[in-house]
């Protein structure tokens, strides 16, 4: 047996014993663990799979084990996750961290800042949260005004971010901030990392229509920030704020995948349409409607697979995040469109336990998540445009 082949049967040996069965599908929102030093558990199992993951270094399973990893090269890592899809194991822990300031702290940080940081995110100690936006910068991200002078050994910080996800929950902050307002506009942002108990911070949460405040605008007055916090170099963050919204895209066209949906077109047809004799449906524009879903999603997932052998044999290209983030989160959309033409009346439900099922209910929901997907970390018009300048290689267009 090849070393590899080896290696997969340790690690399914491992998953078979110590990943509890009831973790065994995908988590919705609520299931998901988010780490912080208030760290919340939605059950015993989920708290018993994030400490063993833990001490394995499996929440971060490619970060070299110094930073809290378990130092898996890219073929192994590769073949951990194939394993944890194999039996449909829930990641252990989910956030901001692992995701992508992790990564990018990976590569561009100094010793010191990997060994401050990297082992609380893979431990779960820390969670972070996103401040790029302002009210005046969205799209147009290389525009925002929020302050920092240089004050010496450190920096002031003042101004605002909006849309920050999560910021009232979270312990640190990596936000992007004006040093030099004289350069062009990409070349004065700084990139820093700081925690959100800094005196000056305050994140207000901002109420949605569905009841639910996650997001916040996050003020900063006078905030000190240590030189030290500087993530590359001053007046350099706009590279390191690109790569972020690489992992960024990357991570966000596997939504679909990730996040448990508790009804899916086939089988919220079979539950509320009328069938013929022989189990067909009866709506031909309906079914083939469900058809082109399930090839899309089928031929999207075979992509991606590509995609990730190819990063694991080193012939990855990053710009493939920016047409995954569309394509992905574009199909989530248009699932949830299907769900609810298939389903009429039934998902229209808002919180009436008594006349919806939950799975109905979470439809609804679901539905207008999908959509804040197709903004979040970019909106599909700027995806477009990035794949038409960096990607086809057209003339014209803004990055
Ligand atoms: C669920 C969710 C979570 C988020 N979390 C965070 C977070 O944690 N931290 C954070 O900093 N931000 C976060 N955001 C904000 C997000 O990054 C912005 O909403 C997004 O970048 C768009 O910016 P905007 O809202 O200012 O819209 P605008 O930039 O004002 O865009 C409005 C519309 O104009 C279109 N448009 C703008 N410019 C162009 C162009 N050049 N060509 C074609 N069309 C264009 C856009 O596509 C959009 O349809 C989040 C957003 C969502 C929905």
């Known amino acids: 047996m090849s070393d590899l082949e080896t290696f997969r049967q340790e690690i399914r040996s491992w998953l078979e014993e110590n990943c509890p069965h009831s973790l065994r599908n995908p988590a919705s929102q609520e299931e998901q663990v988010w780490g912080g030093r208030n760290i919340e558990f939605p059950n015993d199992d989920a708290k018993l799979w994030f400490e063993r993951c833990v001490e394995k270094g499996y929440c971060v399973p490619d970060w070299p084990a110094e930073y809290g990893g378990a130092g898996f090269d890219a073929e192994q890592t590769a073949i951990f996750k194939e394993e944890m899809n194999r039996i449909k194991a829930r990641a ?9 300031v992790g990564p990018v702290i990976l590569e561009f940080g100094t010793e010191e800042q990997k060994l401050e940081h990297l082992p609380k995110i893979a431990r779960g100690e820390i969670r972070w949260c996103q401040g790029y936006s302002e009210p005046g910068a969205g799209s147009d991200l290389a525009g925002l005004q929020t302050r920092a002078e240089d004050k010496g050994d450190h920096f002031i910080v003042n101004g605002s971010k909006i849309w920050t996800s999560y910021a009232d929950q979270a312990d640190y902050i990596y936000c992007l901030v004006r040093t030099d307002p004289d350069a062009p506009k990409r070349d004065g942002i700084t990139f820093l990392l700081f925690d959100m108990a800094s005196e000056g911070v305050e994140a207000k949460p ?17 905030v000190e920030v240590p030189k030290k916090a500087v993530l590359g170099e001053i007046n350099k963050g706009w590279t390191v704020a690109k790569r972020v919204l690489e992992f960024e ?30 189990g067909e449906l009866k709506d031909s524009v309906i079914r083939e409607a469900i058809a082109r879903h399930e090839v ?20 990855g290209n990053m710009n493939t995040a920016m047409i995954f983030k569309y394509c992905g989160t574009e199909e989530e959309k248009r699932k949830y469109e299907l769900l609810l033409k298939i389903m009429g009346e039934k998902a229209l439900g808002w919180n009436d336990n008594d006349h919806f ?21 970019g909106t599909s018009e700027i995806q477009l445009n990035i794949i038409a300048k960096r990607v086809l290689g057209l003339p014209g267009v803004m990055s």
Not at 251 to 274: C, K
Not at 300 to 310: G, I, L, N, W
């Open 249 to 278: 895209r990357n991570m966000m066209s596997d939504l679909g995948s990730t996040v448990a949906s508790t009804l899916e077109p086939r089988g919220a047809a079979q539950r509320y349409l009328a069938q013929n004799e022989n």
């Open 296 to 315: 899309y999603k089928k031929s999207f997932d075979v992509t991606q697979q590509r995609m990730v052998d190819e990063f694991t044999h080193g012939a």
């Open 92 to 100: 252990p822990q989910v956030n901001l961290g692992i995701w992508m």
């Open 357 to 377: 099922a939950d799975d109905e209910l979470s439809v609804t929901l679901d539905w207008m998540g999908a959509k804040t997907h197709t903004i979040a970390g």
């Open 206 to 222: 901002i109420e949605l229509i569905t009841g639910e405040r996650h997001f916040c605008q996050t003020f900063f007055d006078n």
